[in-house]
């Protein structure tokens, strides 16, 4: 049994180097996908700065094993449905924004060895319970794993749509932030305003539809 940690990266070259470095070591590989975010208008698909050369250097000398892939324009649902594809049935995902670090990690990896359930919430900022992101970050490749439609949720092809709420614990062994980054996001914030605005009226679009 493997740990896989999964990054999806656009022009986050003042950000994806602490990224990285946070997890180095505590998962057996890394996984960095490179792609322009859907609805955001740019001359390119793939980033324009340093990102690439940043994971590349990095990979270099990192205890963790490192890929680094580009991958074509697709809603974020999509995407990370796509990046769970080369990992083996019965291997551990780790979910990381190219802009967030690990703050905390005391998590023993053994334990995903002989757990019964198929994943755990984990903590922002602070360890405790109220501040336990209520997606999935930390989970079990199942069959047919994928990220459901409205790119909240968890499905497969054995239990169908699965609640993280419900079905995953929390541990707070693993906290991550992005409050340490705060400085270092304001050059990509006119970009994450405007893939915001445009996945906020996509998902008012799909609400229309499924109330007609």
Known sequence: MKLHA?????????????????????????????????????????????????????????????HLGFMPVLHQYEARSRAFLPIPEGDWIFILDSDECVKTWTFDKSRLDTTTIQGFRICFRIPDEFTAYPTARLFKKTKGMRITFDHRWLADDEHGKIDPWRVFPVTTDIVIDNHELADEKKKMRPVMNTYEAWLSKWENEQDGRNTN
């Open 6 to 66: 999964i990054i999806h990266a656009f022009n986050s070259a003042d950000t994806i180097l602490k990224c990285l470095e946070s997890i180095d070591g505590l998962v057996d590989d890394i996984w960095v996908y490179d792609s322009r975010w859907i609805g955001v208008e740019y001359y390119s698909n793939f980033s324009t700065d340093e990102t690439d050369k940043i994971v590349l250097k990095f990979a270099r000398h990192a205890k963790s094993r490192v």
